[in-house]
């Protein structure tokens, strides 16, 4: 099946600092990416949608200022956590979805966030 | 907005044993998709369901999209140690143009050689 990948898979930041992190899909062309964010034993929550070239649509709830998100190519997209704070801790984990087949959703392995 | 209750919220199971898990919804979905994560993953999918009544195999996973269409189960077969994990079942809808999933609360599933 096509790979989505992620980058940094970890990183622990100090608070008041601002984090990158990368999702590429290695192998097709990602039309959407969706950013989702998972805390310990919860489900997946969806926080933004972005297809490329255009501007990402957010969840209600989701701050878009504090999370910055890029989809600028048909491969990567980008999503910056700015001004980290502790309770922005969390399980950040990506999807991307080629040009045909909605249920062709792949998922990278996630990236774990820790603000100090 | 819409919802999935996915149940149990755990299962403790003997290797060999069967096992069922299922999710409901208040309102319809055009598909049903069930994911595995391992701890520290992202989800993986196993089985995509299409059609109301639809059931579709996947080795010793078994999947069924509720007639009603506000409804789907898994059943894993004689399980094994690998099998542990949490399984999220997700509905999705095509309207507009974003195609959203909706993830249940997944169910966490222990196997005990």
């Known amino acids: 099946g096509a790979v989505v990948s992620q980058h940094p898979s970890w990183v622990i930041c100090k608070s008041g600092t601002s984090v990158k992190i990368e999702c590429r899909s290695l192998?097709?062309?990602?039309?959407?990416m969706f950013w989702y964010r998972q805390f310990p034993k919860q489900s997946l929550m969806l926080m933004a949608t972005s297809n490329e070239g255009s501007k990402a649509t957010y969840e209600q709830g989701v701050e878009k200022d504090k999370f910055l998100i890029n989809h600028a190519s048909l491969t990567l997209s980008t999503l910056t956590v700015t001004s980290a704070h502790p309770e922005d801790s969390s399980f950040y984990i990506c999807?991307?979805?080629?040009?045909?087949?909605?249920?062709?959703?792949?998922f990278g392995p996630g990236t774990r966030l820790l603000v100090l | 907005g819409q919802q999935l209750n996915q149940s149990p919220q755990s299962m403790f199971i003997q290797e060999g044993e069967d096992v069922s898990m299922n999710c409901t919804s208040s309102?319809?979905?055009?598909?049903w998709l069930w994911y595995k994560q391992d701890p520290g993953e992202g989800p993986v999918l196993l089985i995509a369901?299409?059609?109301?009544?639809e059931l579709t195999s996947n080795g010793r996973l078994t999947a069924q999209f509720g007639i009603t269409r506000k409804d789907s189960f898994l059943n894993i077969s004689a399980s094994i140690p690998s099998d542990v994990g949490i399984y999220f079942c997700a509905g999705l809808n095509y309207g507009g143009s974003q195609g959203n999933l909706i993830f249940g609360k997944g169910t966490k599933l222990s196997v005990k050689p």
């Open positions: 369901l299409y059609k109301a009544g």
């Open positions: 999807s991307a979805r080629g040009g045909t087949g909605w249920e062709t959703q792949y």
């Open positions: 309102s319809i979905f055009n598909t």
């Open positions: 192998d097709f062309q990602a039309t959407t």
